[in-house]
Every structure is written in structure tokens, then in C-alpha cells.
């Protein structure tokens, strides 16, 4: 009986161990919550927290993300379908609103077009991803993101 209780404990301490020890690859990182609070960064590599009372929030890729948009604008006059390309600049700053950027994206984008006085008839796509590029970076660039690149397709 007193193995099976010292085999127990044994297994529950390396197990607490084992859940200390986190190892971030490259080209990311991850967020870590203390109590349900932001506490730190961490950067790629192997990194001891303190298991029970950290956790790993978000993790964050520092690559380029792709959102694809297949939008139907609320005056029926076109829709918006493309595909915007974006990329984590300050994690720091990105870890607050990281759940919520698709949806920052998407709304951004839908301002943009209602915003464009000739969308959706002749313009020209490139122009469009253009401005519809700055408009997003204008509000995700406070936020520690960038929109690297639009590509649009109008219907």
C-alpha cells in the first residue's frame, strides 16, 4: 500500500513538472496568464512556468496569416470576396484583440468598401486592395498587426 501511494505521489510530482516546462517553437509566441491576467511573453525556446497558477493564453503566430473575405454588402449592389494577408508585428501589443482579428479584418473591410465612391462598378481591384490595405492598417497597426497585401475579386 505504501508503494502504491509513493508511486502515486512520484507521478503526480513529475507530472507537475512535466506541465512547467513549455517549449515555444520558432516564428511564434506564446502568450502566458497569471491568475487569468497577462504576465509575459514567451519567446522560442523551452521555458519553466509555474504550473497551477500560469497558463498559455494565445499563441501567437509571428508568420503571415491569411483571412479569406467572402462578404455580401448590405446594398446588394456587389459583393466582396478576396483574400487579405496580415502579420503579427508586437505581440505585446496583438495579444489583447488576437481572438477578435478576424472579425476586426472583416468589419474593416466592409467599411472600406462602403467608404469607396465608385465600388464595386469599374475600379480597378488593385486600387481598391490599395486603399482597402491602408484603411485596415490604419486600425490594426495600433494594435501591433499589418495587412502585408489585399487581393480582391469583385462580383
Known amino acids: 500500500m505504501n508503494t502504491l501511494i509513493s508511486v502515486m505521489i512520484l507521478g503526480s510530482a513529475l507530472a507537475l513538472l512535466a506541465s512547467a516546462i513549455k517549449h515555444v517553437p520558432a516564428g511564434q509566441v506564446y502568450s502566458l ?10 519567446q522560442p525556446g523551452v521555458h ?38 496580415w502579420q503579427v508585428l508586437e505581440p505585446e501589443r496583438a495579444d489583447a484583440v488576437i481572438d477578435q482579428v478576424d472579425q476586426l479584418i472583416r468589419r474593416g473591410a466592409i467599411a472600406a468598401m462602403h467608404d469607396e465612391p465608385q465600388a464595386g462598378e469599374a475600379a480597378d481591384r488593385r486600387v481598391l486592395g490599395t486603399r482597402m490595405k491602408l484603411a485596415l492598417n490604419s486600425a490594426l497597426r495600433e494594435r501591433g498587426m499589418m495587412v502585408t497585401r489585399v487581393d480582391l475579386d469583385l462580383a
Request: aromatic content about 2%; glycine content about 6%; overall charge positive.
Open 33 to 42: 496568464h497569471r491568475l487569468g491576467k497577462p504576465a509575459r511573453l514567451l
Open 48 to 85: 519553466m512556468v509555474m504550473p497551477l497558477l500560469e497558463r498559455v493564453a494565445h499563441k501567437i503566430n509571428l508568420a503571415g496569416q491569411v483571412l479569406r473575405l467572402e462578404e455580401s454588402m448590405a446594398d446588394n449592389a456587389h459583393d466582396v470576396r478576396g483574400t487579405v494577408y
